[in-house]
């Protein structure tokens, strides 16, 4: 039971104080946990905490770095993260790495971890599925879109030259606002997301309502569609003809390609 102190500041005022520890409150009063052995429930206490579940997917992703997995989960507390890898790590679920070739640790997941690759599937599948109708303006954040664009990028197919894309989206909630133009450099060596503009030359300006490319990005509208009725494209046609195949918006979601992309051989441990 909490303790209650009251403390009066006047004959009428009495102020009251609910002292207790931050976790009660969060549990509504309760000890954390279920208290049952039901196998649903004893996995519920791992994976069912705030954040967790984006955790592991940027960790499925290949996400191993503390600054590129908070790139995933941005509104994130950097503090929280470091809360909730502990709590991942002190229960099996990942493992912390030293780096053998510069300073710091990676963080990648155990077998354990990875056995809830099909649960963020089923998830992101579930999600494609009924939770269209709950993505609100609020939710249209243009750096999780090119975060996660860059994930998607096919980095066999693209020619051996650096190729900068530049993006303009309208429509970008205004807490966003700052973000609102962002470029994505390809290279068959990898993709880097910029905030700034990175100063190289600009090969194509794509230009959209974030609204609409988030749609293309899901799988609810075509690119070929978008293209021709709603985005402005700017730059070496070229480019522009292969950047769909390159990014793989040819491809939707959950159907030619795969909300959480397979392991790695050898990628877990234990």
């Not at 030293?98 to 690759?117: C, K, N, Q, S």
């Not at 978008?226 to 159907?255: H, Q, S, Y």
Request: proline share 6%; glycine share 8%.
């Amino acid at each position: 039971m909490h303790a209650l102190l009251i403390v009066r500041t006047g004959p009428a005022s009495p102020v009251f104080v609910l002292v207790g520890t931050w976790r009660r409150v969060l549990n509504g009063g309760m000890q954390p946990g279920y208290k049952q052995f039901c196998p649903v429930a004893k996995a519920s206490e791992v994976f069912a905490n705030r954040w967790t579940p984006l955790i592991l997917r940027e960790l499925m992703a290949g996400m191993h770095s503390f600054n590129d997995i908070h790139r995933g989960v941005p509104l994130m507390s950097r503090a929280m993260l470091v809360t909730r890898l502990r709590e991942l790590e002190h229960q099996g679920i990942v493992e912390r790495r030293p780096r053998a070739d510069r300073g710091g640790h990676d963080y990648v997941l155990t077998a354990a971890g990875e056995a809830f690759r099909s649960v963020i599937a089923a998830l992101g599948h579930w999600g494609l599925a009924h939770a269209r109708d709950r993505i609100t303006p609020a939710d249209l954040d243009p750096s999780l879109l090119l975060w996660s664009l860059r994930r998607r990028v096919d980095l066999h197919a693209l020619p051996q030259r650096r190729i900068v894309v530049q993006f303009e989206f309208i429509g970008v909630p205004a807490r966003y606002a700052k973000r609102r133009i962002l470029w994505l450099i390809l290279q068959p060596a990898g993709a880097e997301l910029c905030v700034k503009n990175p100063g190289h030359e600009v090969d194509v300006i794509v230009r959209a309502s974030i609204a609409d490319f988030i749609a293309v990005h899901l799988g609810h509208a075509t690119w070929r569609e978008m293209a021709t009725t709603k985005f402005a494209l700017e730059g070496d046609r070229r480019i522009l003809r292969e950047l769909p195949a390159w990014l793989r918006l040819d491809k939707v979601l959950g159907r030619d390609l795969p909300i959480v992309a397979q392991a790695a051989p050898h990628a877990s441990t234990r």
